[in-house]
């Protein structure tokens, strides 16, 4: 398979089909980084921070990799980790691989994936989060936390306060002292210092509506957005205060799905289920990034390059995402169902065996009987 030279337009229309998109300028210029495929819905990427050309991509029917930056793709794991994945995640250390599909959790050690333990609710997952302490990694099920102390080989839900939390439907860690957990729960910020086990609302001034996501910065140690009502909020502090960033979005009632930004807040790129939206006066005007990208299709989370905070990926979609999401959970519950009964069935189809060869037998002795003209000797 040949790729296409530097910056020049891609193998398929943007306009036709979702995908992943890298940009190396901090999203002022975009191409295609899945050169051959046809995707429907690319749903999540993830950048391997030892080797900045290892990057695995899920879509809505399984898990790819690449070994040379986007130039090629094959099937991870074909027959065993399929349906949606919508996370994907390397340890900062890039020791540990997870992802999550609608089949279960996935670890990949000893040059293989293995399934982790993790409960029912735990798929699918919505992200993927390590923690500061080593061996710990946070997973946002279906519409909770789970944790693992073992590097993911093990996960358990994290029980909060009475009456639980609302549903999550977004979560991050502040990689600082102490650890912090960040989550969208029911609209709200929430935020946690004892690993999930209790959590609180947190403030944030200036914001009106319900909060559409949070993510710590990978760039600016500390650093944290949110967004809320079309507008972006971030923090210096680890979520202690917060200001206000740039005018509204150009559309109300845009869903953020992804942040990034240089570290002096001038260039700004959002990804939005209108698209990808960039800044170059950190806010005060905002235009909607064409070109290469898709225009009429929903973007999804903003993937950065570890060692090189202005290379950026972009994953759009087809399919709307929500949907996406439903035929997920959809066919997770069918899939536990069908566990449950398996046994029960395969138990069924033997007795009806058992039975039926009875009845094959005893037809089989009359039918003799009835030739010879009597019962056999």
């Known amino acids: 398979m040949l790729a296409a030279p530097p910056g ?3 193998a398929h229309s943007p306009s036709a089909y979702g995908g992943v998109f890298r940009s190396r300028s901090l999203g002022a210029a975009w191409v295609n980084a899945d050169i051959g495929l046809f995707l429907s819905a690319a749903l999540a990427i993830a950048v391997d921070p030892r080797n900045a050309n290892h990057l695995l991509m899920g879509t809505d029917t399984g ?3 690449s070994t040379n930056g986007g130039r090629s793709w094959t099937q991870e794991a074909a027959g ?3 349906g949606a994945v919508f996370a994907v995640a390397f340890a900062p250390d890039g020791g540990t691989v997870l992802c999550a599909a609608p089949g279960g959790v996935y670890r990949w050690t000893d040059g293989q994936w293995h399934a982790s333990q993790a409960p029912g609710a735990a798929t699918p ?3 993927i989060a390590f923690g500061t ?3 710990r990694v946070y997973l946002l099920g279906r519409d909770r936390v789970f944790r693992s102390d073992d590097a993911g080989a093990t996960f358990d839900p994290i029980q909060a306060e009475a009456g639980d939390a609302p549903a999550f439907a977004a979560l ?3 990689r600082a002292a102490p650890e912090t957990l960040f989550a969208v729960g029911g ?3 929430l935020a946690s210092t004892d690993g999930g086990r209790h959590w609180g609302a947190r403030r944030v001034a200036g914001t009106h509506g319900p909060f559409d996501t949070v993510t710590a910065d990978p760039a600016v140690p500390g650093r944290l957005w949110v967004a809320a009502a079309d507008r972006l909020h971030v923090s210096d502090d680890a979520g202690a205060s917060w200001r206000q960033v740039g005018a509204s979005l150009p559309e109300p009632h845009t869903t953020v799905r992804g942040i990034a930004a240089d570290a002096r807040l001038a260039t700004l790129v959002v990804t939005t289920h209108r698209g990808t939206y960039r800044s170059i006066d950190a806010g005060a005007h905002w235009g909607l990034q064409e070109g290469n990208l898709p225009v009429h299709l929903e973007a999804g989370p903003l993937a950065r390059d570890p060692a090189d905070p202005h290379t950026l990926y972009a994953v759009y979609s087809l399919i709307p995402y929500p949907e996406v999401w439903r035929s997920a959970v959809e066919g997770s519950n069918l899939l536990a169902r069908a566990d449950r009964i398996s046994l029960l069935g395969g138990l069924a189809f033997l007795l009806l065996l058992l039975l039926g060869g009875g009845l094959l037998v ?3 002795v009359r039918r003799r009987e009835a030739v010879d003209g009597g019962p056999a000797s």
Do not use: N, P, Y
């Open 8 to 10: 020049e337009v891609s």
């Open 63 to 65: 898990l790819l990799v």
């Open 80 to 82: 065993r980790i399929d």
């Open 125 to 127: 997952a919505r992200g």
């Open 133 to 135: 302490t080593r061996g």
């Open 172 to 174: 991050t860690v502040v």
């Open 187 to 189: 609209g709200m910020l």
């Open 362 to 364: 005893t037809w089989l």
